[in-house]
């Protein structure tokens, strides 16, 4: 994932429709910066691929 991706994993959720959405709430462990750990774990959760296609 490049850095530039990670901002794309996040909105508002007062913008979104809840019943238009499925809406969780998560508690992850990480070392590192959490907001990039967040980012790959709903990556990896709806695309159920472990890395880039184009990499």
Do not use: K, N
Not at 26 to 54: F, N
């Amino acid at each position: 994932m490049r850095a530039s991706d990670i901002d794309g994993f996040y909105s508002d959720a007062c913008a979104l429709d809840p019943e238009a959405h499925l809406i969780l709430d998560y508690r992850i462990e990480c070392a590192g910066d959490p907001r990039v750990a967040a980012a790959h774990l709903c990556s990896e959760q709806s695309t159920a691929q472990w890395r880039r296609v184009d990499v």
